[in-house]
């Protein structure tokens, strides 16, 4: 994808087009769940990159479907290659939702779904994303330079699910993870129960 910019003052008389190289999302790994207790990805395993190959990473969600009804999706970060995941992390989140008659839309921060340099897992929707049969969590999740010595590792992300109640829930979180030591692999499960089905795509940003 690149950037096009106007070299004349008037759009009317311009005559050349300049670009500006944008970047480029590079396919590194796809995972599929299938009753998984949990998916992970792990730097220089089953072909996953995740060093300094790449400032960005992005990780996609499609249909993550739950076991277990009213449950959250979350995510934990690794320093020793998954031999540990719980990583120190602190984050804010807000949520939007409607009501499926269009009633009791609401805008809100989620206080208790932050965390506060906790080791805890990472939640990406609240804990109530349902298990019907057409009930699933889809979005994305943009983990910045994670292989940096020097500085804190940031995340942001936004999901979309459909919470038991069958409420529309748009959840947005953000946050880091407070090292400055390599983070080597991701992990990603259910408060409760396995992952009964859908993809997470990893892809590097160049």
């Not at 609240?126 to 995340?155: E, I, M, R």
Request: aromatic content about 10%; overall charge negative; glycine content about 8%.
């Amino acid at each position: 994808m690149s950037l096009v910019k106007l070299n004349n003052n008037s759009v009317k008389n311009v005559t050349t087009f300049g670009s500006v190289t944008g970047g480029n999302m590079v396919f590194i790994k796809k995972l599929t769940a299938s009753s998984s207790s949990a998916l992970s990805f792990v730097d220089g395993a089953s072909s996953v990159v995740l060093d300094n190959t790449y400032k960005e990473y992005l990780f996609t969600f499609n249909n993550i479907h739950p076991a277990t009804n009213g449950v959250a999706f979350q995510f934990n970060l690794s320093l020793d290659s998954g031999s540990n995941y719980g990583v120190t992390k602190t984050s804010t989140s807000f949520r939007a939702y409607v009501y499926e008659d269009g009633s009791s839309g609401t805008l809100q921060y989620e206080a208790n779904h932050d965390l506060a340099q906790s080791t805890n897992a990472e939640r990406l929707c609240a804990v109530d994303l349902g298990n019907d049969n057409d009930q699933s969590l889809s979005g994305t999740l943009h983990l910045f330079d994670p292989s940096n010595t020097t500085f804190v590792k940031h995340y942001i992300a936004q999901t979309h699910h459909s919470h038991e109640a069958d409420l529309p829930v748009n959840f947005f979180k953000a946050g880091y993870a407070n090292t400055t030591s390599a983070v080597d692999a991701i992990q990603f499960s259910m408060s409760s129960g396995n992952i009964d089905s859908g993809d997470i795509v990893l892809y590097g940003i160049n």
